[in-house]
């Protein structure tokens, strides 16, 4: 049982380049979200799905963009990366809604030079 | 203004002392769920607790406890006997509905907590 994995774990992009992560969760989970980690700030959320084909803006969506096609997939781009936004990004599903507890991936360690 | 504020960012303890990790919340809606989770070292999140609103019974697990008040817009966080192990950054994180549509969630910023031998 693989719970949620989340593809690369790590990456170092060059400023201005684009790339997508992918997340993937096989516990029929309706909704899932993204997250970014930096020091000192907690977790704060970019971007969330509440079911297949539907997206919502998070705390901190500027310069991501996220596609829900399958149920069970949930995709964050970055089309232009940007120093700023090195850091560690977590996605997360949970059953049917947000009160129920989220299952995390490991996260995906991305620098941007 | 935080929704959810760990005022505490480092805790430092000696193995077996206890220690409790604060988190307050403010909210206007009359139900919310409040949850733990932890980071160890290795970086995944674990799921600990969860709480609604409507249940201000305190829990114990093993070592750890939780002291949900809502009078003080509290849910803080006891480990029994602190381990090396319980070492991490621990965060408190509410789910409300304010402004209508779905539950999300809110995290702190964490608590790190650094248990030495």
């Known amino acids: 049982n693989a719970g949620v994995t989340q593809t690369p774990k790590f990456r170092v992009l060059k400023t201005g380049q684009s790339m997508t992560l992918l997340c993937a969760q096989d516990?029929?989970?309706?909704?899932m979200y993204w997250y970014r980690q930096d020091p000192g700030m907690g977790l704060r959320l970019i971007h969330y799905?509440?079911?297949?084909?539907?997206?919502a803006k998070g705390e901190v969506p500027d310069g991501y963009n996220v596609s829900r096609l399958k149920k069970q997939n949930f995709l964050l781009g970055l089309e232009s990366a940007a120093p700023s936004q090195t850091s560690v990004y977590f996605c997360?599903?949970?059953?049917?809604?947000?009160?129920?507890?989220?299952?995390f991936g490991d996260g995906t360690r991305l620098s941007i030079l | 203004a935080q929704k959810v504020t760990q005022a505490q960012t480092e805790i430092s303890v000696v193995e077996k002392e206890d220690v409790t990790l604060d988190c307050v919340y403010e909210?206007?809606?009359?139900?919310?769920?409040l949850f733990w989770y932890k980071q160890p070292p290795s970086g995944e999140l674990v799921f600990l607790i969860r709480?609604?609103?409507?249940?201000?019974q305190n829990e114990i697990s093993g070592r750890y406890s939780w002291n949900f008040q809502k009078s003080t817009s509290s849910f803080n966080f006891t480990i029994t006997a602190s381990q090396v192990v319980d070492s991490a950054v621990y965060f408190c994180?509410?789910?409300?509905?304010?402004?209508?549509?779905?539950?999300?969630?809110?995290f702190g910023r964490g608590t790190s907590l650094i248990v030495h031998p």
């Open positions: 909210t206007r809606d009359t139900t919310y769920y």
């Open positions: 994180a509410l789910s409300d509905h304010e402004g209508g549509g779905s539950y999300i969630p809110t």
């Open positions: 799905s509440v079911g297949e084909g539907t997206t």
């Open positions: 516990m029929n989970h309706e909704y």
């Open positions: 997360a599903s949970s059953y049917l809604n947000s009160n129920q507890p989220q299952h």
């Open positions: 709480r609604n609103s409507f249940d201000e």
